[in-house]
């Protein structure tokens, strides 16, 4: 069933980041028709990307990058240093009811958030990545490409962490209702 952890989805890596990211508007429904067209049929989602490579959100979904165990103890809030850990970005992206029922989800099964922009320069320690959003759920992402033709295929996505976040956050939200 899409949506819920099996079905991987192509996405495209282009455009800046939304004026007013932290709400909805109508306006940003004008403003990504440009960005809407260049999806066509061949992707599922655009993830917005600031000009240095770092990743904020989709269109209309948030963006997660699961990442190694912090062996090194470099991530700032890095408890427990065996699990894998999640990036998503703070500043520049709505902040959805499925981001939070996702987050709340990777708290209880114990992995650690970051919270900064994901960036390209780190894909050799990406291991999964997935997409969230009220229409979608959880959806891993099989490939990422950029407008200058870099691709990035995630082959183990989705992996445990993806799995075990939809579920959590499935059930978050059929309570919710």
């Not at 090194?72 to 520049?92: F, H, V, W, Y």
């Not at 962490?161 to 919710?176: C, E, P």
């Amino acid at each position: 069933m899409a949506g819920r952890g099996r079905e991987r989805v192509d996405v495209l890596v282009e455009g800046g980041g939304r004026k007013l990211a932290r709400s909805k508007d109508s306006y940003w429904a004008q403003e990504r028709l440009p960005l809407e067209r260049l999806k066509g049929d061949s992707f599922a989602e655009v993830i917005l990307s600031k000009g240095d490579g770092g990743l904020l959100e989709g269109l209309v979904s948030n963006l997660f990058i699961v990442l190694g165990p912090d062996t090194e103890g470099t991530a700032a809030n890095s408890d427990n240093k065996s699990l894998p850990r999640i990036q998503t970005a703070e500043e520049g992206v709505l902040e959805g009811t499925m981001r939070a029922a996702v987050i709340r989800a990777c708290h209880e099964c114990g992995y650690t958030i970051e919270y900064k922009r994901p960036h390209a320069r780190d894909e050799p320690l990406w291991q999964e990545a997935f997409l969230c959003g009220t229409g979608r759920l959880v959806q891993p992402i099989g490939k990422m490409q950029w407008e200058g033709g870099r691709v990035i295929e995630l082959k183990s996505s989705p992996g445990e962490v993806t799995r075990k976040t939809s579920y959590l956050a499935y059930i978050a939200m059929a309570g919710d209702c």
